[in-house]
């Protein structure tokens, strides 16, 4: 059984950064893909960034050049650098893996940005 967790999320001000992580239990050599997605309130939740297992990226145009994402297969954890972070930023961000043709979800962990 996989287990995703999340972590490093809170509050921060306008322009500042987090990192976020997200650490998976379990055997998950050979996964397809795993991304990171956010729902902020009263919207649908989106793909953030993506990451594939050949460590493929793929980015929303909205965090284009602010947001680094990143993967360390020995310690199975994806990790999720973001700059200059915006008040729409705001939202909670899920940890997702695809793995043997199943998706896998974290519990999401909150992100806001506010002065």
């Known amino acids: 059984q996989v287990q995703l967790v999340e972590s490093g999320g809170g509050l921060v001000q306008p322009g500042g950064s987090l990192r976020l992580s997200c650490v998976a239990s379990g055997n998950i050599d050979n996964f397809f893909a795993m991304g990171w997605y956010r729902q902020a309130p009263g919207k649908q939740r989106e793909l953030v960034a993506s990451?594939?297992?050949?460590?493929?990226?793929n980015y929303a145009n909205a965090v284009k050049g602010r947001f680094t994402i990143s993967g360390d297969s020995a310690k199975n954890t994806m990790y999720m650098q973001m700059n200059g972070l915006k008040p729409e930023d705001t939202a909670v961000y899920y940890c997702k893996l695809v793995f043997r043709s199943l998706a896998y979800w974290g519990q999401g962990t909150q992100v806001t940005v506010s002065s």
């Open positions: 990451i594939g297992s050949s460590g493929g990226t």
